[in-house]
């Protein structure tokens, strides 16, 4: 009778070992990519955000996560103006008794894994936790006791727990793996404020007003007016569901994404709101003219150079849905790299063949032309062009600010075709906002150890607007 009450424990125990090890697996599986995206976006190692949302949240099983997507145990603060959920946690009040804490309530579980990368990053903390974005993020061990040290937990072992959950699911091999797909919003990390091509914006709720959305955010009415040409009316209810953009809309898409193909029921101004694009600059670029819309299946440049041909109109009928296979290779440089200004010619401009995520980059004076002694005769068909020496970036006050920009200089003209640049050209880089030193060195092939001999920094700490050199 004991051997089989004792067999029976031993199953039941198995059982739930089986179980919570499941649980924890299907919690990696389904958090890794936001994890891995965080990493690259905010500089914290995705085995450590794992980890810590594996030990905090019980692998997403405990109330706080369940009714306030908060993964990470994060308290309201004196800042938060969200929605709260409180909870018995550490806090006791004068007499000692065990008093319920407030915690801060997420849209979304995506959002909560930005929300503990922006708690980690935020200024006003630099003093504690500052420290541990000069660690190497693919130290997990020195991450993982660090945050101990910062005080971010108050368990003795909250370091060996961390890494014992590491190297049990063997999460310190997503620290080495590189999505740089910047073309995925980011999620909202407070009230409702997301972000999309690096533009803030907000969704709009049921009978509000672009006057409600102003006092909402903290942004002039004027402002949104211009920022939203499709809202005409700021005293008319805005239908629940549409997208407001609380900055101005970029000339070129920032993501790795260079060609949009046009669904059914889809214009123009739809795939201006979805890559929150300039709509004029959307139909410049595509070589066509404003008010016209593009046929289902055809696809629309987002970013970089204009193509040889404007795309098909809706009124000259659909095109043979394209096969994946025949898909254009995403070789184009960002659009920050190609922005095009009124009077300059760009029709014979060569396309720049570079592999290369959005990035803004400062080139070196552009070096002389050579000009060879016989005349070159043009092949007959369309030959990989050398790269094109981009023109210098617009200077900007604000980086989120487009509408005030300096016109590049105008690409020199001429018969014959342009000289490599040496090999040894110095490259740049301009810091823009969710820059790491890390992710910098991911877009370039290179280190972080390299980009800190290269500019003779003592540790990894860069700031916004800051040209770096990168080559």
């Given at each position: 009778m004991k051997k089989a009450i004792w067999l029976a424990v031993?199953?039941?125990?198995?059982?739930?070992?089986?179980?919570?090890?499941?649980d924890f697996r299907n919690y990696v599986e389904k958090y890794k990519?936001?994890?891995?995206?965080?990493?690259?976006?905010a500089g914290i190692p995705a085995s450590i955000k794992l980890a810590q949302g594996l030990l905090e949240s019980n692998a997403g099983k405990s109330p706080l996560a369940r009714h306030a997507n908060n993964h990470f145990g994060i308290k309201c603060g004196n800042d938060w103006k969200g929605k709260t959920y409180s909870q018995e946690d550490d806090e006791y009040d004068a007499n000692g008794k065990l008093v319920k804490s407030c915690f801060r309530v997420y849209k979304s579980d995506e959002a909560s894994f930005v929300a503990h990368s922006e708690f980690l990053r935020d200024p006003l903390k630099t003093n504690r936790?500052?420290?541990?974005?000069?660690?190497d993020p693919t130290d997990y061990k020195r991450w993982a006791q660090g945050l101990k040290r910062a005080g971010y937990a108050t368990s003795a072992t909250y370091p060996e727990k961390l890494i014992s959950l590491i190297e049990r699911y063997e999460l310190h091999k997503y620290d080495r793996v590189s999505t740089i797909d910047f073309e995925t919003p980011a999620e909202e990390v407070m009230v409702g404020i997301l972000s999309?091509?690096?533009v803030k914006y907000v969704i709009s709720d049921s009978s509000e007003t672009l006057a409600d959305i102003a006092r909402r955010s903290d942004v002039s009415l004027r402002s949104l007016l211009h920022y939203n040409e499709h809202i005409v009316d700021e005293g008319k209810a805005i239908p629940s569901g549409t997208k407001v953009f609380l900055q101005p809309k970029r000339n070129s898409y920032r993501g790795r994404q260079t060609w949009h193909y046009v669904k059914a029921g889809e214009n123009m101004r739809d795939i201006s709101m979805n890559y929150a694009l300039n709509l004029v600059k959307l139909y410049k670029r595509n070589r066509m003219t404003l008010g016209t819309e593009p046929a289902v299946n055809e696809r629309i440049k987002l970013r970089g150079s204009k193509p040889k041909n404007r795309p098909r109109l809706s009124s000259e009928g659909a095109v043979p849905t394209p096969v994946p296979d025949q898909m254009p290779k995403d070789k184009d440089v960002d659009g920050l790299l190609d922005m095009e200004v009124e009077g300059t010619n760009t029709t014979n401009k060569p396309k720049n063949t570079y592999n290369s995520p959005p990035v803004e980059v400062?080139?070196?004076p552009t070096l002389p032309v050579i000009t060879p002694q016989k005349p070159v005769t043009p092949p007959q068909s369309d030959p990989v062009p050398p790269p094109e020496k981009p023109a210098t970036p617009p200077v900007m006050e604000d980086p989120f600010n487009e509408t005030e920009t300096k016109p590049a200089t105008?690409?020199?003209t001429t018969d014959t075709p342009e000289t490599n640049p040496p090999a040894d050209t110095p490259q740049y880089h301009t810091v823009i906002k969710g820059d790491t030193l890390w992710n910098i060195s991911q877009r370039y092939g290179t280190s972080v150890d390299e980009l800190r001999r290269?500019?003779?920094?003592?540790?990894?700490?860069?700031?916004?607007?800051?040209?770096l050199r990168v080559k």
């Open positions: 031993a199953l039941l125990t198995g059982t739930q070992v089986w179980s919570q090890d499941q990519d936001i994890a891995v995206r965080e990493m690259e976006r936790y500052g420290f541990l974005f000069l660690i999309v091509n690096d400062e080139p070196e105008p690409p020199v290269l500019n003779n920094m003592a540790n990894n700490n860069i700031q916004l607007g800051q040209r």
